[in-house]
C-alpha cells in the first residue's frame, strides 16, 4: 500500500469518525431533552398523586383542587421539590414532611392559578366552541395558537380531558381507534 492510498483511508476514516461523532451529540442532545420532560412529567405525577392523598378523605373527587399544568408549573414543582427534600432532612423526627409538601405545593399553585386561568378551563373553553367532537390533539393545537404561553405536554392535556371526564364536565367518546370528547350539555348526556 502507497503512502499516499493510505493518507487518502486515513482521511476517509477521520471524516466518517468525525460525523459519527457529530451525530452522537445531536442524539445525545435529543435524549437529554427527553430526559428533562420526563422528569417534569414524573414531577408533575407527584403532586397530583400527593394532593389526591392529601384529598383522599373528602366524598367527592369534585372537591379535588384543580391545577395548572403547563411547563412553568413544572418547573416551579421541581424548585419545590428539592426545597422539600431539604425539609424533610431538616424535620426533626420526620414529623409530617408530605403534609408540609403538599401544602406548599398548594400553595405555589394558588399563587399561579391567580395569573393564569386553569388548563382545564381552557380546554372546556375551546370544547364549548365546536359542535362536534374534539380530539385530543386538535384540541391542543387550538390551545397552542390561543394561548402561545401555554406550551402543556400532549400527555398532559389528555390527562386535564380525562380528570375533567371525571368530573362529569366533559364525555368521552370512542370511535375505532380515536377518543373524542365534548363538554357535557346542561340538560344532560346524550
Same mark, same amino acid.
Given at each position: 500500500m502507497s503512502s499516499?492510498?493510505?493518507? &487518502? /483511508?486515513?482521511?476517509?476514516?477521520?471524516?466518517?469518525?468525525?460525523?459519527?461523532?457529530?451525530?452522537?451529540?445531536?442524539?445525545?442532545?435529543?435524549?437529554? &431533552? &427527553?430526559?428533562?420532560?420526563?422528569?417534569?412529567?414524573?414531577?408533575?405525577?407527584?403532586?397530583?398523586?400527593?394532593?389526591?392523598?392529601?384529598?383522599?378523605?373528602?366524598?367527592?373527587?369534585?372537591?379535588?383542587?384543580?391545577?395548572?399544568?403547563?411547563?412553568?408549573?413544572?418547573?416551579?414543582?421541581?424548585r419545590r421539590g428539592s426545597a422539600g427534600a431539604t425539609a424533610r432532612r431538616s424535620t426533626p423526627g420526620g414529623a409530617a414532611p408530605e403534609k408540609a409538601d403538599a401544602q406548599a405545593a398548594a400553595q405555589g399553585r394558588a399563587q399561579d392559578s391567580s395569573r393564569q386561568p386553569l /388548563?382545564?378551563?381552557?380546554?372546556?373553553?375551546?370544547?364549548?366552541?365546536?359542535?362536534?367532537?374534539?380530539?385530543? &390533539?386538535?384540541?391542543?393545537?387550538? /390551545? /397552542?395558537?390561543q394561548h402561545p404561553g401555554r406550551n402543556p405536554t400532549p400527555q398532559v392535556v389528555r390527562n386535564t380531558l380525562e380528570s375533567l371526564v371525571a368530573k362529569g364536565r366533559v364525555e368521552r367518546h370512542k370511535q375505532q381507534r380515536s377518543v373524542l370528547y365534548t363538554p357535557v350539555t346542561s340538560g344532560g348526556t346524550d
Open positions: 499516499r492510498s493510505a493518507a &487518502k /483511508l486515513r482521511s476517509r476514516y477521520v471524516e466518517q469518525v468525525a460525523s459519527e461523532l457529530t451525530e452522537n451529540r445531536r442524539r445525545q442532545e435529543e435524549l437529554a &431533552k &427527553k430526559i428533562e420532560l420526563l422528569k417534569q412529567e414524573e414531577t408533575l405525577l407527584t403532586d397530583i398523586l400527593t394532593l389526591a392523598e392529601r384529598y383522599e378523605g373528602f366524598a367527592g373527587a369534585s372537591r379535588l383542587p384543580e391545577q395548572t399544568q403547563d411547563e412553568p408549573v413544572v418547573a416551579q414543582a421541581q /388548563l382545564g378551563d381552557l380546554l372546556l373553553e375551546l370544547l364549548t366552541g365546536h359542535d362536534e367532537p374534539r380530539p385530543a &390533539k386538535e384540541l391542543r393545537d387550538e /390551545l /397552542l395558537a
